[in-house]
């Protein structure tokens, strides 16, 4: 048995003994599917675990990357993997629950869709300021200074969105 302690400050649930009690493994030189579930702060609410698809070389590393990006992208340290919820390969295909990707291919997926609508955001700013153009040039007319500034504070939030879902995809 392999027993994880890197783990071992991370969860509340740790006092007495190791939480986490992983099989023995032979390292895999090709990367597996692996599905993990990770239960955060949100159980004491009664939210459900968190799931996650992984690709790696050994389960314990494929739990190391399924708890750090839990703990990461809700910035907690209050975390877990539940292990009887946790096994090599694809969630069933009538698992009944949402699932988060993370493997390289479907990042890679996100990542254009993020680009995708960056590109349709532009296309849609550029078409609200053209009016306050000066004829035949990208410059803005000075009496347009105003509306210019408010059309850009309207489309900033979006943009500020966009980068954060492109620092999360890549």
Do not use: C
Not at 96 to 101: C, E
């Amino acid at each position: 048995m392999i027993t994880v302690t890197a783990f071992a400050t991370l969860t509340p649930e740790r006092f007495e003994s190791p939480l986490y009690e992983l099989p023995q493994e032979d390292w895999s030189e090709e990367p597996r599917d692996y599905t993990v579930t990770v239960a955060g702060p949100e159980r004491y609410d009664g939210e459900q675990p968190f799931t996650y698809v992984v690709r790696d070389h050994t389960t314990e590393q494929a739990w190391i990357q399924a708890l750090t990006w839990h703990m990461r992208e809700n910035q907690t340290l209050d975390a877990h993997v539940i292990a009887a919820e946790s096994h090599a390969g694809l969630p069933p295909t009538d698992a009944g629950y949402h699932w988060n990707d993370l493997r390289p291919e479907a990042q890679h997926a996100e990542l254009l869709k993020v680009v995708e609508q960056a590109r349709d955001l532009i296309g849609r700013y550029e078409a609200a300021i053209d009016r306050f153009r000066i004829e035949d040039g990208d410059d803005i007319a000075p009496e347009w200074f105003g509306p210019y500034d408010e059309t850009r504070a309207d489309f900033a939030a979006d943009a500020l969105d966009l980068v954060s879902s492109l620092a999360t995809a890549a």
